[in-house]
């Protein structure tokens, strides 16, 4: 699932293209998606792109808003004048629209944002500005990397907890913006094993941590995030942070570090990566 630097990769897109534009109007192909009165919208020029963990708010000049999270293979791809010349992924997006485009919104001067979708989870919600606060995946969010997630937060949420480190940091309400591949790949940077239980990290170990959390979610949005499944930005186009995995989908591969084997489990229902030699 796109994580943090892959939802901030494709909002500082949409910061770039989108902002200005006015919706004419919205095909939507697919209602399961699609909520809200798309009236609303129609004619509303938008203001700004925001992000808030893994999920996007497309604001407009009146009081509504368009809430989206993509989840699992949701894409986000602007396609207008000044686009022309890029060429979408072949391989991640192909012809747009396709049979897995549920959302077509047409923009003033030509210009088309498409919402694609494979596995469907994703979500697009047209509500009033105010009524952000009130959704469950807004109000329920964790500290921010970034943001508000200082060291102290950072502390406090990992000495109060009994569950495997690991899971704690996926844990959107308690951090907000990690997911899989940064979670594994921080634990690794910080030498720790995700399996641990999260109050049995020290002080010193939980400072190594957040500093990691830091340095690979820095690490992913410097390679425009990680087109691991479907990801791809505002423009179509695939990230580079697959090639930078620290042990993230490295089973059976080198460790970085120490030469030794990578091992998979599973931990939380999830693929869990890491190197035992270096992972205490
Ligand atoms: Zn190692």
């Not at 396609?79 to 959302?103: A, C, D, M």
């Not at 009033?128 to 469950?136: A, I, R, S």
């Not at 410097?222 to 990230?239: C, D, H, I, M, P």
């Not at 995995?245 to 999830?270: A, D, N, P, S, T």
Request: aromatic share 8%.
């Amino acid at each position: 699932m796109p994580e943090l630097p892959e939802v901030e990769t494709i909002k500082l897109g949409l910061q770039k293209y989108l902002v200005g534009h006015k919706i004419l109007d919205i095909d939507v192909r697919d209602q399961k998606i699609f909520k809200g009165d798309k009236k609303n919208i129609i004619n509303a020029k938008v203001i700004d792109v925001k992000r808030v963990g893994k999920g996007l708010i497309i604001e407009f000049d009146n009081d509504y808003v368009l809430a989206i999270h993509v989840k699992l293979t949701g894409q986000l791809i602007y396609r207008g004048r000044e686009t022309e010349n890029i060429e979408v992924s072949k391989e991640k997006v192909g012809s747009l629209p396709s049979k897995f485009t549920h959302v077509i919104f047409n923009l003033d001067h030509g210009a088309n944002l498409y919402y694609n979708d494979i596995r469907r989870f994703g979500w697009i919600k047209v509500i009033q500005k105010e009524e952000l606060k009130n959704l469950p995946f807004f109000k329920e969010m964790g500290p921010e990397p970034f943001k508000d997630l200082t060291l102290d937060k950072f502390k406090k949420a990992i000495q109060s907890s009994n569950i495997p480190i690991k899971v704690l940091l996926m844990d959107q309400k308690k951090i907000g913006g990690v997911g899989n591949i940064y979670a594994n790949d921080a634990l690794f940077n910080a030498g720790i094993d995700p399996r641990r239980k999260a109050k049995t990290l020290s002080e010193s170990e939980i400072e190594e941590l957040y500093n990691s959390v830091l340095k690979v979610l820095e690490k992913g949005l410097e390679k425009g995030g990680a087109s691991e499944l479907t990801y791809v930005n505002a423009l179509g186009q695939t990230g580079g942070y697959q090639n930078h995995f620290l042990v993230y989908g490295r089973e059976e591969e080198r460790c970085l570090r120490c030469g030794g084997e990578i091992k998979k489990i599973k931990l939380g229902g999830r693929g869990t990566y890491f190197c035992p030699s270096c992972q205490k």
